[in-house]
């Protein structure tokens, strides 16, 4: 059995919308006796530790309930359950119910179900409301990720997991791809375009060495170097780049390309391209098969430091993808986008 730490990644491209890191809470469970809920959704990989108890058993690194004792006839409908709000909403595509570590305490079956409420709700109306099957009951295996595709296209804010009929989870993620709510974007005057948040997705670099660069459009300030997008050391000529694609298209105010944490690290200098290419593939984007225009020159960075440039943006009307270019390589923690969302 291999933790979930060195297993292959799991639906690569898409965002694990329940993680803490991205504001997914765990608000209620029918039984946490072991362990808490809350570590279904840390971002960590899930560990071990042998000689560590607490005063109700063995401490597990997952949420865990206690086992339960009830007549053979109702094994069937017997569960626990955990709901979970998403810390970004969207389209659910995949799901990693990781028992790790979880061997002879692990849960026989699972499912999943998932609801949508954009406005704040109570945890009586969550119960009592008409929850969709995403993922049907299916069986799960100890001590290992268990990876199921989703068939959906709808939006979701809350997810329902069960597992029949007790045991242990250690970690619950729900890949899938951000969708904002488009009332609040044609509301704003003023949003950072490239924000996981709001539906930005970095699709390509050239570079991922030390750093993913998903973590580019993460919210919040990255808590050290390894949330943050760092390349090797480049021993030739040439830079290293990130192409994001814009939540909506926008016109362009201000960037903020933050350093924080990378001080011997960061780069010398960055720029800037855009272009308006909506439905340009990444291929295209990549190869310069598109318009590329310089929104910001070539500038010095500072390291350790939020780099802000407004006056030195150029304005170059509707953008719909952001190529940030770093000379020669090293790290950024965040990049921010921030304009005027054009919504068709």
Not at 122 to 145: C, I
Not at 146 to 156: A, K, P, Q, Y
Not at 231 to 247: C, E, K, Q, Y
């Amino acid at each position: 059995m291999l933790p979930s730490s060195q297993l292959p990644a799991a639906f690569p491209g898409l965002t694990d919308l329940a993680s803490e890191r991205l504001g997914g809470v765990a608000l209620a469970a029918s039984d946490e006796f072991f362990a808490e809920k809350e570590n279904l959704l840390k971002p960590s990989a899930p560990i071990f530790i042998p000689e560590k108890y607490t005063d109700r058993g063995k401490w597990m690194d997952g949420w865990e309930s206690r086992r339960k004792r009830f007549a053979p006839t109702d094994a069937a409908t017997v569960h626990d359950w955990c709901i979970v709000k998403l810390g970004l909403a969207g389209i659910v595509k995949g799901v990693d119910i990781d028992t790790s570590w979880f061997i002879g305490n692990s849960p026989s079956y699972a499912s999943l179900d998932a609801c949508a409420f954009d406005d704040a709700t109570t945890l009586e109306a969550l119960r009592a409301t008409d929850w969709k099957e995403l993922l049907p009951k299916s069986p799960l295996k100890p001590g290992t990720q268990n990876l199921f595709s989703i068939v959906s296209n709808e939006r979701w804010t809350y997810v329902l997991l069960k597992i029949y009929p007790d045991g242990g989870v250690a970690r619950l993620r729900v890949y899938g791809m951000v969708v904002p709510d488009r009332r609040a974007l044609a509301s704003a005057s003023r949003i950072d375009l490239a924000a996981l948040a709001n539906g930005g997705m970095v699709i390509a670099a050239s570079d991922m060495f030390f750093g993913n660069k998903e973590h580019l459009i993460l919210p919040g300030n990255a808590r050290n170097m390894g949330e943050g997008w760092e390349t090797r050391r480049r021993r030739g000529p040439g830079h290293d780049w990130a192409i994001v694609r814009l939540a909506v298209p926008g016109v362009v105010t201000s960037v903020e390309v933050d350093t924080q944490h990378f001080k011997g690290n960061a780069p010398d200098r960055c720029s800037l391209d855009c272009c308006f290419a909506p439905n340009a593939d990444v291929d295209a984007l990549v190869w310069s098969q598109v318009q590329w225009t310089t929104l910001l020159p070539p500038m010095p960075l500072n390291a350790d430091a939020k780099n802000i440039f407004e006056q030195e943006v150029r304005s170059v009307g509707q953008c719909s993808h952001v190529r940030l270019n770093i000379f020669p390589d090293g790290g950024v923690s965040r990049l921010r986008i921030w304009g005027k969302p054009v919504l068709s």
